[in-house]
């Protein structure tokens, strides 16, 4: 079954940075969005990229500190988390569609995605 590969989680310190994996099915340049979810909370559209343009698309509470990007030649989107906060934390899953997706859209509706990674474990620790 096609699945997507994420790596990356652990344990950082408050004000510290970490950085996240996720490597989609080759052939699948559709765009790539990271949600997470803390206990008991929804989950949460954290950022995005259109593949054919590379527009990116933040949610407010990361903005300036999370900074997501690709590298089509190890055909891997990452997640940089600098300046981490106590409510970063949670599971953090890539996901992605079969076709291209509006990241505005995609950030709002996660089940929109049809393809998910199985999460990927964040603790900020002060």
């Known amino acids: 079954q096609v699945q997507l590969v994420e790596s990356g989680g652990g344990a950082v310190n408050l004000g510290g940075s970490l950085r996240l994996s996720c490597a989609p099915p080759?052939?699948?340049?559709?765009?790539m969005a990271w949600f997470r979810q803390a206990p008991g909370k929804e989950r949460e559209g954290v950022a995005c990229m259109h593949y054919n343009d590379g527009r990116t698309y933040y949610a407010e509470s990361v903005k300036g500190r999370f900074t997501i990007s690709r590298d089509d030649e190890a055909n891997t989107v990452y997640l940089q988390m600098d300046e981490m906060k106590d409510e970063d934390a949670g599971v953090y899953y890539c996901a992605t569609d079969r076709i291209p997706f509006p990241c505005q859209v995609a950030l709002n509706s996660p089940r929109s995605l049809d393809l998910w990674g199985q999460g990927t474990q964040v603790t900020v620790s002060s």
């Open positions: 080759e052939g699948r340049h559709t765009g």
